[in-house]
Nanobody, 120 residues
Framework: QVQLQESGPGLVKPSQTLSLTCTVSGGSVTSKGYYWSWRRQTPGKGLEWMGAIRYDGSTNYSPALWRRVSITIDTSKNQFTLQLSSVTPEDTAVYYC????????????WGRGAQVTVSS
């Protein structure tokens, strides 16, 4: 079965870049027909779709976040990475990576989530 696991620092200072890596096992990020997505859960805004990347490297980003979001893929490591620049305390959330058949939905596998706190 496909498994995804988020990893990265749990604490980020304001104005810095949040960086998380999702490691995929039991499946390949090069598989056609799938998107590799990032979402986050905050108490105030709920579950928010951030963006996704496809096997060919094409990306889709949330209109609300696109200026600060970058998603990349590393096929040699079977990983994809989220970077969110210029973070503020409002970016504090649980971040999830997931596989999907659409850029912004239809998820079939997802990680446990990673708590990231933005604080000085």
């Amino acid at each position: 079965q496909v498994q995804l696991q988020e990893s990265g620092p749990g604490l980020v200072k304001p104005s810095q870049t949040l960086s998380l890596t999702c490691t995929v096992s039991g499946g390949s990020v090069t598989s056609k027909g799938y998107y590799w997505s990032w979402r986050r859960q905050t108490p105030g805004k709920g579950l928010e779709w951030m963006g996704a990347i496809r096997y060919d490297g094409s990306t889709n980003y949330s209109p609300a976040l696109w200026r600060r979001v970058s998603i990349t893929i590393d096929t040699s490591k079977n990983q994809f990475t989220l970077q969110l620049s210029s973070v503020t305390p409002e970016d504090t959330a649980v971040y999830y990576c997931a596989r999907a058949t659409k850029a912004d939905g239809d998820y079939d596998y997802w990680g446990r989530g990673a708590q990231v706190t933005v604080s000085s």
